[in-house]
């Protein structure tokens, strides 16, 4: 039962797709064309992308056979400088492995999973195909981490705060306190260094702090929480921002759950427009496709690139 609706959802996924990219041909132009592949601020893709292996017809879910990684979330570890490799904890035998949609890295002969340097945060399928066999085994992983619902926030309507999200569903329980004292990263009042718990830009990760921040993105220490309208303010954009202009910066934090504040990170993706009206309607479908992804929890859009989630600022 679950096989048949994870396979009608992903047929509508590539229906949804379809349409997206269809209707950019007629629409209104502007700096956020959102075209196949090649646009630098934004992807839809209805079919597979250059390199990805096509999502199976046929499979079967969690085979006895099949590789076992131990649970269905993984979390990254601190390994110091060296990436955190997991595997599978038995020997299915020799075999592919492949994983959809783009994001995991893992090594298709032994099936190990760099967590370091995939897009964790995010939900994966990965199918595994034994040597001399044209069966594909195909189980769920959710890599530990944060993300966004990729969202279009109207400051004007007081919409100015996006939240994260954890291990790839909503409905996880926050790891971080959200009503607690909070700051941004790289004030001078000395603050922003996170808490116990949580550390969002902070300057214990490895050198790498305040560059969400530093780059305009107004990001709290505590709770992760992106304030959008201070971001605004604070000249993310620049003095005058232009209608489809972007800003991006990569986020490092760390969580205290059973990656025991592991350094993980992420890319964050802001778009600016001056009204709702600017915004070309193929980028309001496509985020309304991403949100409702997301809303749905255990649903994958199997091609194309799910993260960095697209966050639209309208003045």
């Known amino acids: 039962m679950k096989k048949n609706l994870l396979k009608r959802y992903i047929h509508g996924c590539f229906l949804l797709t379809f349409f997206a990219f269809a209707c950019t041909k007629s ?4 700096n956020a064309q959102v ?34 990684y131990g649970d269905s979330i993984l979390y990254t570890l601190n390994k110091g400088a060296n990436d955190y490799i997991a595997g599978p904890v038995n020997n299915p035998g020799p075999g592919k492995y492949y994983s959809w949609p783009s994001g995991l890295v893992i090594d298709s002969t032994t099936g190990a999973i760099n967590l370091t340097q995939s897009e964790q945060g995010a939900r994966y399928m990965v199918g595994f195909v034994k040597n001399g066999t044209t069966d594909t085994c195909m189980q769920q992983l959710v890599l530990a981490g944060i993300s966004y619902v990729d969202s279009i926030y109207n400051l004007s309507n007081n919409d100015t705060l996006a939240r ?10 926050a790891v971080c306190n ?25 300057p214990g990760n490895n ?6 921040n530093d780059a305009g993105i107004k990001i709290r220490s505590v709770s992760g929480i992106i304030d959008l309208k201070y971001t605004l303010a604070s000249g993310a ?7 489809g202009q972007v800003v991006k910066a990569t986020l490092y934090y760390q969580l205290n759950n059973q990656g025991k504040k592991a350094q993980q990170h992420m890319q964050l993706r802001l778009m600016y427009y001056h009204s709702l009206s600017a915004v070309p309607s ?9 949100r409702n992804n997301i809303l749905a929890n255990a649903m994958i859009q ?11 600022i309208i003045r």
């Not at 601020?41 to 099949?66: D, K, R, W």
């Not at 700051?183 to 718990?197: C, L, R």
């Open 237 to 243: 954009f620049g003095p005058n921002p232009t209608d």
């Open 282 to 290: 193929s980028l309001v479908q496509y985020v309304q496709e991403k």
């Open 178 to 202: 959200a009503s607690g004292a909070d700051d941004y990263p790289g004030n001078s009042n000395g603050k922003g260094n996170g808490d116990s718990q949580c550390q969002f830009d902070g």
């Open 207 to 212: 050198g790498k702090a305040h560059q969400a």
């Open 35 to 68: 075209n196949d592949v090649k646009t630098d601020s934004v992807t839809i893709a209805n079919s597979p992308l250059s390199g990805e292996v096509p999502f199976p017809q046929h499979y079967f879910m969690h085979c006895s056979s099949g590789p076992d």
């Open 164 to 173: 994260p999200y954890y291990n790839a569903s909503i409905n996880t329980p």
């Open 27 to 30: 629409d209104k132009s502007g």
């Open 302 to 312: 199997v091609y194309g690139h799910q993260r960095p989630p697209l966050i639209v």
